[in-house]
């Protein structure tokens, strides 16, 4: 799960992928910048979080690296500006092929960008909580099937 500073979007998503699947999937969040490496995530992911169910209080950010590209089979970004700095890092087709807009789950093709709610209000959290969710249980049901 990939997002620009992996504080509020990306923590939120890998919490709620996380407790959708069973214990043997690796899932993790990282964010484009460097902006907030080794920093929680933002107190209001935690909190809309916290009110389903989820502590992602624990979780540190960190900035997306090419290794990623070999640690991961999946590579879900929140907007159009993740996916273009992903893709850059990528060595060939093989990674930018692992890479998809996370919102592509929900309403394929389409493209839509998670929005970042940093600026925003708790509404912004609660919408991006929802948004998430369902992009996660489409993803979790994919990976169980």
Same mark, same amino acid.
């Given at each position: 799960?990939?997002?620009?500073?992996?504080?509020?979007?990306?923590?939120?998503?890998?919490?709620?992928?996380?407790?959708?699947?069973?214990?043997?999937?690796?899932?993790?969040?990282?964010?484009?910048?460097?902006?907030?490496?080794?920093?929680?995530?933002?107190?209001?992911?935690?909190?809309?979080?916290?009110?389903?169910?989820?502590?992602?209080?624990?979780?540190?950010?960190?900035?997306?690296?090419?290794?990623?590209?070999?640690?991961?089979?999946?590579? $879900?970004?929140?907007? %159009?500006?993740? /996916? +273009? *700095? !992903?893709? =850059?890092?990528?060595?060939?087709?093989?990674? &930018?092929?692992?890479?998809?807009?996370?919102?592509?789950?929900?309403?394929?093709?389409?493209?839509?960008?998670?929005?970042?709610? $940093?600026?925003?209000? %708790?509404?912004? /959290? +609660? *919408? !991006?909580? =929802?948004?998430?969710?369902?992009?996660?249980? &489409?993803?979790?049901?994919?990976?169980?099937?």
């Amino acid at each position: 799960m990939v997002c620009l500073g992996n504080i509020c979007r990306s923590p939120l998503a890998e919490g709620i992928l996380r407790d959708k699947l069973p214990e043997h999937f690796t899932v993790d969040s990282a964010g484009t910048s460097n902006y907030h490496i080794g920093d929680a995530p933002d107190r209001r992911s935690v909190a809309i979080a916290k009110v389903n169910g989820l502590d992602i209080s624990n979780l540190r950010g960190r900035q997306f690296k090419v290794s990623d590209f070999d640690a991961f089979d999946l590579i $879900y970004v929140m907007d %159009d500006s993740n /996916f +273009k *700095n !992903v893709v =850059k890092l990528a060595r060939n087709d093989s990674d &930018i092929a692992k890479v998809a807009m996370i919102l592509n789950e929900v309403y394929p093709n389409e493209n839509y960008n998670v929005p970042d709610p $940093y600026y925003g209000g %708790d509404d912004g /959290f +609660k *919408n !991006v909580y =929802k948004m998430l969710d369902e992009a996660c249980s &489409i993803i979790a049901n994919k990976l169980t099937e």
